[in-house]
């Protein structure tokens, strides 16, 4: 595998860059200040759309079914299509795709306020993520391209946290537009976004192709990966509800598998292989590829029951439950940049192993918080977890990118997000089925120790399913004097199942930190920019 690789010196002739702003054009502060503005527009969407997911059901008069496609739609588009988009980008430059994925996001954001019925709604967030993909592998890209070595992990550090930002501040906005205007703005607000990022594109990016790079399109590899992914994240999404040991769920399981294999082999021997397989050769590469996708299993996969308890437990409006998660976003706004210094200085690996063993002892935190837990301790383990996961996303991002040779960036940019999409979904799938594991287990016992009336073994399912998202299971024709007994039951049980996910993501996170130590400074960091002027 070559290890190092040269860059183009100067920006193609015929897009000549104006001579006020040649100071601008092309600058790597200018430039992560872009892909910034546009990478805030998808890591947004990806918490912003649950909060108006009630609100769209209701008025387009559809079922949770479809609402669920509404977030598995974009989900599934978005993993399958990055290392293809990343691929892309290192074949036709990240800054065209960049600047397609923004303004095709941006349109079909627009398209989505317009629709309506739930199928077009479904429809255009396919391809929100299909555009998603295509400018966030591209983002990373650029600013590998742009940024020397010793300044590339503070830029990945404000990337870092922009994303982690906007992802947790997604409930907040969307609670706010949701409340106080109308769920089509939602959607509505990518477009002024969008248009900002493209403008800011136009202007101060440029484009950096690597020599040696890809010249041609393994379009069998693309169609056996993305059917992998397709049939992977489909079976995760989709398994608590066929059963994880349903025949559908295994199947598509089974379809993952031999189609990863088949990938495997058929990248053997073509002359461009989508992802030359030599790239995981390097252990650093690896690790960081694994522990991306155990960070996120963890961490989506816990914060996944944080809104239900907020909401569901304490009676908190999404607008309230969202400034609940203002401490662990505020410590990701803090440290990110501040965990970009300390790897350039003393290299990935002692900050990675801190960030997973403090995230880990945030969530065994998280584990022994009951149905009174007050505000502030759990603030301190969200603030807890926030540090913890600034070095992570900062370091892995590193490790991965640059561990690949530059004429890969897009796709180890590409490979670097598609596994925080299989860890988050991995850890929604897997504690979820432990949550609703342990309701089945607990719900039965505490239900006859409130001294309720026994439930037939159909409404136990029934009452199960609704104490999983933390709900209680009344009607409007329960008697006002076993409301409260109900209310108990079903919250002690939810708290239990809750201490139980967040116990198992801890475990999670104990093992990404053991992973961690396998990382090490990116033997191809030096073939970014090299000596940009910054």
């Known amino acids: 595998m070559t290890s190092q690789t040269t860059i183009d010196k100067a920006p193609p002739p015929q897009d000549p860059a104006p001579a006020q702003a040649k100071g601008l054009r092309g600058h790597p502060w200018a430039t992560l200040f872009t892909v910034a503005v546009g990478v805030m527009m998808v890591a947004l969407d990806g918490t912003i759309v649950a909060i108006a997911n009630p609100a769209i059901a209701k008025d387009l008069g559809t079922s949770m079914a479809g609402v669920q496609w509404i977030t598995n739609g974009y989900l599934l588009a978005l993993a399958v299509a990055l290392i293809t988009a990343g691929k892309l980008g290192d074949r036709f430059g990240h800054r065209q795709t960049f600047l397609i994925g923004v303004a095709g996001f941006a349109l079909a954001s627009g398209a989505i306020g317009f629709s309506e019925n739930v199928s077009l709604v479904v429809a ?23 940024f020397p070595a010793e300044k590339l992990n503070m830029a990945i550090g404000i990337w870092g946290m922009v994303i982690g930002a906007s992802t ?60 992998g992914m397709f049939a992977l994240i489909l079976a995760l999404i989709k398994g608590s509800e066929w059963g994880w040991g349903g025949t559908r769920t295994l199947l598509f399981l089974a379809a993952a598998v031999v189609l990863f294999v088949l990938f495997a082999f058929w990248e053997t021997k073509v002359k461009e292989p989508l992802i030359p397989l030599g790239m995981f050769k390097s252990v650093p590469l690896s690790a960081g590829t694994v522990l991306m996708v155990l960070m996120a299993f963890a961490f989506m996969g816990g914060l996944f029951f944080v809104t239900f308890y907020l909401q569901n437990v304490h009676g908190m409006s999404p607008v309230d439950s969202g400034l609940h998660l203002l401490p662990l976003t505020a410590m990701m706004i803090v440290s990110s940049p501040l965990a970009g210094v300390l790897i350039t ?56 990118v640059g561990n690949a040779p530059l004429e890969l960036s897009g796709v180890a940019g590409g490979l670097q997000q598609a596994a925080m999409q299989v860890g988050g979904a991995l850890g929604t799938a897997v504690l979820g089925a432990v949550m609703a594991a342990r309701v089945d287990t607990d719900l039965p016992a505490n239900w006859a120790g409130a001294k309720l009336p026994p439930l037939t073994p159909e409404q136990l399912d029934g009452a199960s399913a609704v104490i999983e998202m933390g709900g209680a299971p009344v009607t409007k024709d329960t008697p006002p004097q076993a409301v409260e007994a109900i209310t108990s039951v079903a919250h002690d049980t939810f708290v239990s199942g809750m201490g139980l996910a967040f116990t198992v993501a801890g475990a999670v996170a104990v093992v990404a930190a053991l992973v961690a130590t396998l990382t090490k400074r990116g033997e191809n960091a030096e073939a970014g920019a090299g000596g940009a002027h910054i």
């Open 168 to 227: 947790a501040g997604g409930p907040i906005v969307g609670g706010l537009l949701v409340e106080h205007v109308n769920w089509q703005s939602v959607f509505f607000i990518n477009v002024p976004v969008g248009v900002i990022a493209l403008v800011l594109g136009l202007v101060f990016l440029v484009d950096h192709r690597a020599e040696n790079a890809p010249k041609s399109f393994d379009i069998p590899g693309i169609l056996l990966l993305s059917g």
């Open 124 to 146: 255009f967030r396919v391809l929100q993520g299909l555009f998603g993909a295509l400018l966030m592998p591209a983002a990373l890209g650029l600013l590998r391209a742009t």
């Open 345 to 400: 200085k003393f290299g990935p690996r002692v900050p990675l192993v801190g960030g997973m063993v403090f995230t880990a002892v945030a969530m065994f935190g998280m584990s022994t918080m009951t149905t009174d837990t007050g505000t502030l301790p759990m603030s301190i383990w969200l603030g807890l977890l926030g540090l913890g996961l600034a070095p992570v996303m900062v370091g892995a991002t590193e490790v991965i």
